[in-house]
């Protein structure tokens, strides 16, 4: 690995999907806001640990089918119609690949948007959480959890593991305290543009490097690059 300003590049860089490589700060979120629900209540109950990966979900699910059901996977997709990439997210990623670092997505947003955004980007790898649907595409009431949203780093020691890296080559981005589990023992990690107070106090507490930016290409520098 080459150093420029005392800085390592890594060998692999992991991000965050929601609020990081996208500007939008959930894709369920996202949802809720094309369905007219609000799931505010459930999201800090989740934050707070009284609420499984598995029920929020599902708690999401049915709000959505209490404003409509069925919902067919067509019109969940539809609903990212606007969403668009952070500022510099391309850019970045376009740099990380043509130096030949490893460029993955791990999140636990929802895999039909997340899955497009990895396409666009180009990424090697990339897993995410999603939505279970019958043969005829409509959403039924369970939720897919292939990840914990604060269990990331059983997910990145995969990842690291399959492809030969060590944690040392590694560094996670990114922007809520739920992010902190992607960083496992030995690898680095930027805190890129949290907006929740409880993010910023984490990220200090956690003596982390925070870009408070919407401009991906701010995290540059952390790795060593320009």
């Not at 929601?18 to 500007?23: C, K, R």
Request: charged share 25%.
């Amino acid at each position: 690995m080459v150093q420029e300003n005392g800085v390592v590049k890594p060998g692999i860089v992991v991000f965050d999907c929601d609020g990081v490589l996208v500007d939008a700060v959930s894709s369920w979120r996202t949802l809720h806001d094309a369905f007219g629900t609000d799931n505010a209540l459930n999201l800090n109950r989740f934050i707070r640990g009284e609420l499984s990966d598995v029920e929020f979900m599902r708690s999401d699910i049915q709000m959505w089918k209490q404003v409509q059901d069925p919902i067919h996977r067509d019109e969940l997709f539809r609903a990212y119609a606007g969403v668009k990439l952070m500022p510099g997210a391309r850019d970045v990623v376009e740099k990380l690949l043509a130096e030949g670092i490893f460029v993955a997505i791990v999140s636990a947003g929802v895999d039909l948007f997340v899955s497009s955004i990895a396409g666009i980007l180009k990424v090697d790898d990339w897993i995410a959480n999603g939505f279970v649907f019958d043969d005829d595409g409509f959403l039924t009431d369970e939720g897919v959890c292939r990840l914990h949203a604060t269990g990331k780093d059983d997910v990145i020691q995969r990842l690291l593991d399959m492809n030969g890296f060590k944690p040392e080559q590694c560094v996670s981005v990114g922007d809520s305290e739920m992010d902190l589990s992607m960083q496992i023992k030995g690898s680095g990690f930027i805190g890129f543009n949290p907006t929740r107070e409880s993010s910023h106090a984490a990220f200090k507490e956690a003596g982390v490097p925070v870009v408070n930016s919407k401009d991906l290409r701010d995290i540059l520098p952390h790795l060593g690059m320009s």
